[in-house]
């Protein structure tokens, strides 16, 4: 049986969001890199993702909420 895998946690900060923009990013959060999971929370304005540090492109999360 494989090991499961060390995730980790990163912070993305995202400013006001409305409920479209929300499901959007996420979904779009979730196809960067080394992404495992991506949970947008609109009311503080951040993103909370677990990634896997050893294939995570945090450039390309950046990319993503500038969008």
Do not use: W
């Not at 779009?28 to 540090?53: F, N, W």
């Not at 294939?55 to 950046?62: E, H, L, P, Q, W």
């Amino acid at each position: 049986m494989r090991q499961p895998g060390q995730y980790s946690s990163y912070l993305a900060h995202l400013g006001l969001l409305d409920q479209q923009e929300m499901a959007t990013l996420a979904a779009k959060l979730q196809t960067a890199p080394g992404v495992i999971e991506a949970v947008v929370a609109p009311d503080e304005g951040v993103a909370y993702l677990k990634i896997d540090r050893a294939s995570f492109d945090a450039a390309a999360v950046a990319r993503i909420v500038r969008s």
